[in-house]
Nanobody, 124 residues
């Protein structure tokens, strides 16, 4: 069964950090671009970051540039999202998604597999 599983979400104070993980099972991520998306209550889904299969190229949404870092460890079949300097507006359910392509995309409809999501809450 092809599956993506996110972990690492939780409650953190403003200014704090979290590291999300996206682990794949049933397939190898070597040939997949991986995107992180988020959806806050009452808002549309938003592309947060993406990394190409090689890891050489990464993209970030304007709202997270300079605070979030995406990385991948293909040997562990896992992609990470390090989130620093978290703000209350970062509160959302975060999803990872896999796209069998050399290139990243911020369009969720272009991704083949999705995880179930992990909740990130930023609150004092």
């Amino acid at each position: 069964q092809l599956q993506l599983v996110e972990s690492g979400g939780g409650l953190v104070q403003p200014g704090g950090s979290l590291r999300l993980s996206c682990a794949a099972s049933g397939f190898t991520l070597d040939y997949y671009a991986i995107g992180w998306f988020r959806q806050a209550p009452g808002k549309a889904r938003e592309g947060v970051s993406c990394i190409t299969p090689s890891g050489y190229s990464t993209n970030y949404g304007d709202s997270v540039k300079g605070r979030f870092t995406i990385s991948r460890d293909n040997a562990k079949n896992t992609v990470y999202l390090q989130m620093n300097s978290l703000k209350t507006e970062d509160r959302a359910v975060y999803y990872c998604a896999a796209r069998r392509d050399y290139y990243c995309s911020s369009i969720g409809g272009l991704y083949d597999y999705w995880g179930q999501g992990t909740q990130v809450t930023v609150s004092s």
